[in-house]
Each structure stands twice: as structure tokens, then as C-alpha cells.
């Protein structure tokens, strides 16, 4: 989905009509908004069992953060599916669904999901299947994510072990048998891996770095384009030492034992978590994908509940409202806003302070703490007669 759109969620008592009916409101907040800085569409909001005041307040304050953890865990699975299709927005796009639509096509045609979310259910009780399923996503998202990044991790590491150089590289593939000296009880073989710019003085230095290098052992191995590679002999009661003076030389000491069969059976191993994490990949994926609709379902029925909230508390009771979503783009939104503040700033009555001009005073900084300590701001802290909630999907 575009980055380009937002959409204001408008909530506005069916009392800005002469008729005081809900389709004759909305056709008035279409006319507030106007074509000009955005498209507005019902979005039907149920009626929910309201309980107490005090109740109600508190709901608010729980929703709202409900919501940033929802937009949070949306953002997070949203990554996590561009990570594992390599930032590929195509085919990002083509993954990020809700209910298997496009997300603007089930934001226009948003319906309560009264099968998930039973809507005679108390506010508490939708509140907490909510704040749990959310978690659940969380936490299932990234427990699959953490296990397809340790197997992709080890399959990365297995297949540079196979196409490094020869300081790192497996060298089950590189060393013979014959040049391995086993099962004695004297002697050991040392496999060196020395940089191209040391070569010419290997041979000249390696039987003197240590006691009982045996002379004249150093045979070369293999070279690549970086390092070549040696197998020199000593007496084990001095291979730690040779070692330690390897290194202080600049020189690779590459830990090997040879295993009969050892090619095939690395092969096989690289083979086996190549398709381990293909397996995985394609069901993170898949996870990535429906957890991604599933949080995004979430958020939007929270800021459903939290318009609903708020509309109460701002409304009162009876209820009769009709709730709008306006389709617009963050250059637009601002607008859009000031547009609705001027038609409908009447519904804050005495509340506000005016300019000369009878428009609300926006820089009464109290004003503004007395509103937002009440729960009448909308995001951003900013205070509106009306019920508004600004949000973007990504």
C-alpha cells in the first residue's frame, strides 16, 4: 500500500444534519471534507455495552495504548516479511493483506468482525481478547523469525566454510589422507594456511620458529589467490608452542582431523540445512504474512473501540453518530482537519477559547491541558471539538 496515504477515522453526532439522520451526516461530513482533500466512506461502528463513566475513561487510556502496541507489532512483522523477501516492495505488496484483501479495499469496506470480536461482549472483555491476541502475534512472528535466522545463519556459515579462502575454508575437500600423520604417539602434522606476501619466507623460517620441528616436513598443499597452504610436522610435546609461534608469524594455524567419507558427509550436512531453510523461510513467510493481516485487523478494531469511547464521552448518551473514514495524504490531512474544524468547531460550545473571527483559539495552552487531561484531544495532543484519530498502514 502506498506510503503516500492516511486516513482520519471522524466520528460527529447525527445532530450537524437538519434531519438528525445518519445518511443525511455523512453526506454532510463529505461536504466538510470535500473531494478536494480527500475521499470519505462509511466506516459502521457498532453499539457496545457501555458500563460506568469511571469505566470508560479508564478504556480510553487502555486503548490508546493498545493501539501503539498494535501499530508497533504491524510495523514489526511488516519488516520482518521485507527482510525475508529482500526488500522486494512488489512482492511485499502482494503480501501485506487483510482478510485477503488489499488493505485501502478492507479499510473502504470495514465490517465488525463479530465472529473474532463479539460485539455483546462488555468493552473489557473485547479489550483483553485484543491486548492477548496481539501479544500472541508478537511473540509467534518472531519465535519463527529467531528460528529461520538461526538455520539461515548456520547455512551461511556451512557454505563459506566451502567457497572461502584457505585461512577458513573446509579443507575436507583440499587435504589428502597420505599427508596426515595418525595415530602416532611422537608426531603430529600441522596444517599452516600462509599469506601470499609470507610465502618466500615460509621455508626459510617455519624449522627454526620452535624446538623439534621436524626438518625439511613443510609440503605444500594447495594455493588460492590469497593464501597457500602447508602441512609441516613437529614432536606433539612442543605443537602448542609451534602454534602460538605460527601465529605470531602472521600465519594461520587451521585446525583439522582428518574423517574417512568427511567430503560426502559435509556435503550432505550443507544439503540438509539448505532445505531446512527453505522449509523455514517458507513458513515465515506464510506466518509473516497472516500475522501481519491479523495485527493489522487488530489495530483497526481498536481504534474502532477507541472512536466508540470517545464518542460517548464526547457525545454523551443516547447515542446517535455516524463515523466517516477520510481517505487523504499526509500533505492533505492538515486540511482536511482545518476543514472540519471550521465546520464543526460549533460542537465544542463554550469550551474552547475564540478568535475574533469565532474560531477556536489553538494556542490557549490552558485550554489545551484541560482538554487533553479530559481525553478530548486528538493525536499528536492536539484538542478538537470533534472525535478524530489519524492513522497510516505501511
Known sequence: MSK???YLLVSLPTSISPSNEHDEALTALRSAVTTDFGTVT?????????????????????????????????AKVGDSLKTILQG???????????????????????????????????????????????????????????QYNQVKTNLTTLQRKQTGNLSNKSLTSVVPKNLIIQD????????????????????????????????????????DDEFTLYAVTTFKKYSQEFIHKCREQKWTPRDFQFKEGGKEEEQKEVEKVAKEEKRLWGEALRLGRTGWGEAVMAWVHVLALRVFVETVLRYGLPLSFVCGMVKTTPKL??????????????????????????????????????????????????????????????
Open 88 to 146: 522486494d516492495e512488489n512482492k511485499l505488496s502482494q503480501q501485506k493483506t487483510v482478510n485477503d484483501k488489499p488493505v485501502d479495499q478492507y479499510l473502504r469496506t470495514f465490517s465488525w468482525n463479530k465472529v473474532k470480536y463479539r460485539a455483546d461482549k462488555p468493552l473489557s472483555e473485547l479489550i483483553d481478547t485484543l491486548q492477548k491476541e496481539i501479544i500472541s502475534i508478537d511473540n509467534d512472528v518472531k519465535s519463527k523469525y529467531t
Open 42 to 74: 462509511p466506516f459502521p461502528i457498532p453499539e457496545f455495552k457501555i458500563g460506568t463513566l469511571d469505566a470508560l475513561v479508564q478504556q480510553a487510556d487502555e486503548l490508546a495504548k493498545l493501539e501503539t502496541n498494535c501499530e508497533g507489532v504491524a
Open 333 to 394: 490531512a492538515k486540511k482536511a482537519r482545518n476543514s472540519l474544524d471550521a465546520s464543526y468547531s460549533y460542537l465544542a460550545g463554550n469550551a474552547f477559547g475564540r478568535d475574533k473571527k469565532g474560531r477556536i483559539a489553538k494556542d490557549d495552552a490552558s485550554t489545551s491541558a484541560d482538554m487533553q487531561a479530559a481525553g478530548h484531544t486528538g493525536d499528536g495532543g492536539d484538542y478538537s471539538a470533534y472525535v478524530c484519530y489519524e492513522f497510516q498502514v505501511n
Open 184 to 223: 602416532s604417539e611422537y608426531l603430529e602434522t600441522h596444517l599452516i594456511a600462509v599469506p601470499k606476501n609470507l610465502v618466500r619466507d615460509f621455508p626459510k623460517t617455519y624449522e627454526t620458529i620452535s624446538p623439534w620441528v621436524v626438518p625439511r616436513s613443510a609440503q605444500r598443499i594447495d594455493a
Open 4 to 6: 503516500a496515504t492516511k
